[in-house]
């Protein structure tokens, strides 16, 4: 990321800023830097076989991008990351926000990590997402081997949510690379038994414990 990114940011990097239109605008400013242009390549291209358009957000760049070290896969963007624009810990939901306290008490810096989903688009109503489908993980899956091709340094993979595990095998398989299924940060799933949120850190630190 280059300097004068880092100082307009700072400040920005709290959960739900990308609620703000002025913080959206720098992150879309950001989508040629050249750790996360070909991402957003990638999304474009996306976009144009599916015919889709904003309901395949793109990858945050205050994220490590192609050189992130481990790619954290969830099932399927939201009403708020199509909203955003972007796959970001920073989203308006709580959703995002567990999952960026979670990142930060397991210890990892924004550049170790790049955030996708195995659907790659908004599957939803516009009122109310549903659950991803086999059909839909089998059509979003060259994509997301496509992108596990790109990641130069890309040194483990966790799946997030039933959903996404279901790929773990194929992955393994495909990749040589530790793959890690945990739970999904929902605000359903955390806030329903205390100890909950402590098994998904504890898989984060572990996970954090592979990176070189």
């Given at each position: 990321m280059s300097?004068?990114?880092r100082e307009k940011i700072t400040d920005d990097d709290v959960p739900k800023s990308l609620a703000k239109t002025t913080i959206r605008k720098v992150r879309h400013a950001m989508l040629r830097e050249s750790h996360i242009s070909p991402l957003t390549k990638l999304a474009q291209r996306i976009r144009?076989?599916?015919?889709?358009?904003?309901?395949?957000?793109?990858?945050?760049?205050?994220?490590?991008?192609v050189r992130g070290k481990v790619l954290f896969v969830l099932e399927a963007p939201g009403a708020r990351a199509?909203?955003?624009g972007f796959i970001s810990r920073n989203n308006p939901d709580e959703t995002a926000k567990n999952m960026f306290n979670l990142l930060r008490e397991a210890g990892f810096e924004r550049n170790m990590t790049t955030l996708w989903n195995i659907v790659p688009?908004?599957?939803g109503s516009g009122t109310k997402i549903r659950a991803a489908q086999s059909q839909?993980?089998?059509?979003g899956m060259p994509y997301l081997l496509e992108l596990i091709e790109m990641m130069t340094e890309l040194q483990c993979i966790a799946l997030i949510g039933q959903k996404a595990a279901r790929a773990k095998s194929q992955l393994e398989e495909a990749t040589g690379l530790p793959v890690?299924?945990?739970?999904?940060?929902?605000?359903l799933f955390v806030n329903n038994?205390?100890?909950?949120?402590?098994?998904i850190l504890m898989s984060f630190?572990?996970?954090?414990?592979?990176?070189?």
């Open positions: 300097k004068r990114f144009r076989k599916e015919g889709l358009s904003t309901e395949v957000p793109h990858f945050d760049p205050m994220d490590g991008g199509v909203s955003s688009w908004y599957i839909d993980i089998r059509r890690i299924a945990t739970y999904h940060p929902s605000p038994r205390p100890e909950n949120r402590r098994i630190k572990k996970i954090r414990t592979l990176i070189k």
